[in-house]
RNA sequence: UCCGGAGUAGCUCAAUGGCAGAGCGGGCGGCUGUUAACCGCUAGGUUGUAGGUUCGAGUCCUACCUCCGGAGCCA
C-alpha cells in the first residue's frame, strides 16, 4: 500500500504510522552513522531520521552529501519523541525510503546571522527561513481578519483604482506612469472614490496597494505598500473611533488565536497584545501637546528634552509619537489635529476651525502611526473653499465636488497600513520584514 | 534632501603605516540522538572605485559610488 502524502502539521495524527512528507531540506546534522534531517514542506518543519543500517548503502548516502534546500520525497514512520525540533516539532520520521527530486547548488543563506543587505537581495531565498516564514502567515491571517471582520458587519468590498488622474492627497510623492500620450499616476490612497461608492453601499472599504514616492529611509517606509480603507455614510469621529478599536482588536486577537507558534518562532511577547481589547484611551491633539511638553520638562537627557517639545500647530514626529504611546497599555486615539497638517477633506470642529475631526490610532511599543481617519467635509461650499484655499486644481476635483451636490450626507473613514499593523504584531524592527518583496527608497529587486 | 556609520574570502567579521587572518559555508575524512552539533585536513582575496602622500597603504588624505541607521514626510 502506498502510504498518505501528509503534511507536516499534522504529523501528530499518524502517529505510528509510515507516510510520505514532499519538501525541502532545511538543515541537516551528520553523525555518520546516523543523519538528523529537518525538512521542510510549507506546513511546518520536522525531523526525519536516517539511520544507515535501515537503509539501502545508496540512499543513505545521497542523503549524507545532500546539500541545504534541496528537494526530496521522504517516506517513514512517525514516532513522538521530545527531543525532535522542529514547528510544530515533538515527532520525527524514521527514513524507510527517500527519493531526491533536485540536488540544490550551495545555498547562500546559512543558519549562521547575515546583514539585512545580503538578506534583502536574496528575499526570494530569503522568505523560506523559518522567521519570514512565520512573518507571512501572520500578515495572511491579518489580511483575512481584516477582510472577514469588514465583510461581517455589513461593509462591502469595492475595488479603487490603482492608475488615477490626480492626486489624492499631496502631489509631492506620488509615482508618475506614461500613459498612452499623457500621464497618470499611481493611487496614493481609494479615499476619494470610495465616497463616492459609500453614497451607493453605505458602508465599503477597499484594500490594495498604494504607492508613495517619499524620499523616506526609515523602519516605517515602503514606497509600495498595502492600505484597507474603509468609508461610512452617517459616521461621526465617534462613531468611527468605536468601530477602528473593535476592528483593530479583532485582528489582533484572530492573530493570537490562530498563531501562538509563529509568535514563538519571532520571540513575541504576547503580553501587550492580550491588552488590545476595546476600549482604547482617547486624548486630543492639545491634550497630546501639553502631555509631551510635562513629559520634556520631566525628561532629564536634554536631548530628549529637545526631542520631545511641541508647539501647537506642530504635526508630531516619530519622537512623539513614541512617546505619547509609551504612556498607554493599549493603542491610543489622538484626535482633532491642526487643520493646517491634515488634508484639506477633513471636516473643521464646529467653533474651532483651527482643528479637525481627525484622528491617528498609535500603536504602542513605538510603532507608531497605524491609522489615520477623519470625519469629511460633506458641504459642497466649504470643500470648494478648502480646495481653493490650498491651491488645489479645482477641474481635477469635479467629480468629488459632485459628491456634495447629490444627496450628501455626513460620513468619516480611515486608512490601516497593512505593514506597519504586521510588524506591531509580529513585534518586528522594520516594515521591510512585513511584506513579501519590499519595495524601499533603494530597492525594487528581487 | 540633511546628519551619522560601514564597505576586506560565498557570508559574518579581525588585522599598531611593515608577510591579508578567523569562524561559518564549500570540498575530503571521522563520529548512532543532533538541536546554529563536534573533530581533523583542504581550497578560497584586484581589501567598493579613481587619484594622492610614503621606502612601504586594508590602514593616512581627496573625490566619487554603494549600503545601513536616524531626521523630515507619512500609513
Known sequence: MTPPIVLIADLRHYEGQTVTVRGWLYDRT????LQFLKVRDGSGIAQAVAFQKELPEATFNALRT???????????????DSRAPGFPGGYEIGITAAEIIQVADAYPITPKEHGIEFLMDHRHLWVRSSRQWAILRIRATIISAIRNWL?????????????????????????????????????????LYNEANMMSFGKVYCFGPTFRSEKSKTRR?????????????????EDLMEMEEQFVSAIVQRVLEKHRMELSILGRDTAPLERVVPPFPRISYDEAVELLNKLAAEASDPAQQAALRITWGNDFGAPHETALAQQFDRPVFIYHYPTAVKAFYMQPVAGRPEVC?????LA????????????????????????????LNREHYAWYLDLRRFGSV?????????????????????????????????????
Open 30 to 33: 551528520d553523525k555518520g552513522k
Open 66 to 80: 545532500l546539500p541545504q534546500e534541496s528537494s526530496l520525497i521522504v517516506t517513514g514512520t512517525v514516532r513522538a
Open 151 to 191: 465583510d461581517d458587519h455589513g461593509y462591502l468590498l469595492v475595488d479603487t483604482p490603482i492608475i488615477t488622474p490626480t492626486a489624492g492627497e499631496s502631489t509631492t510623492e506620488l509615482f508618475e506612469v506614461k500613459y498612452f500620450d499623457d500621464v497618470a499616476y499611481l493611487t496614493q490612497t481609494g479615499q
Open 221 to 237: 517606509h515602503l514606497t509600495e505598500f498595502w492600505m484597507v480603507e474603509p468609508e461610512m455614510a452617517f459616521f461621526s469621529l
Open 357 to 361: 475631526r481627525s484622528v491617528d490610532l
Open 364 to 391: 504602542p511599543e513605538g510603532y507608531g502611526e497605524i491609522t489615520g481617519g477623519s470625519e469629511r467635509v460633506h458641504d459642497r461650499a466649504l470643500l470648494e473653499e478648502r480646495i481653493a484655499q490650498l491651491g
Open 410 to 446: 455626513p460620513h468619516a473613514g480611515f486608512g490601516l497600513g497593512l505593514e506597519r499593523t504586521v510588524a506591531w504584531i509580529c513585534g518586528l524592527p522594520h516594515v521591510r520584514e512585513a511584506i513579501p518583496y519590499p519595495r524601499m527608497l533603494k530597492r525594487t529587486y528581487p
